[in-house]
């Protein structure tokens, strides 16, 4: 089970998240049911570089 996070100060109520069984993250919007992305793993964007589409 995941532990409960606050959010920072000054953040919206419109996005929630909670955690599958799976261990998956889901985001959603709290406004639009169909506005939700379901990611089984985070990717640290200091280590991506875009070097355009590979060929």
Do not use: H
Request: hydrophobic share 30%.
């Amino acid at each position: 089970m995941s532990e409960t996070q606050r959010r920072p100060e000054g953040a919206t109520d419109r996005c929630g998240t909670f955690e599958t069984i799976d261990g998956d993250l889901v985001l959603y919007d709290r406004q639009n049911t169909e506005a939700w992305i379901q990611a089984s793993y985070a990717i640290d964007f200091e280590d991506v570089r875009a070097y355009g589409p590979t060929k």
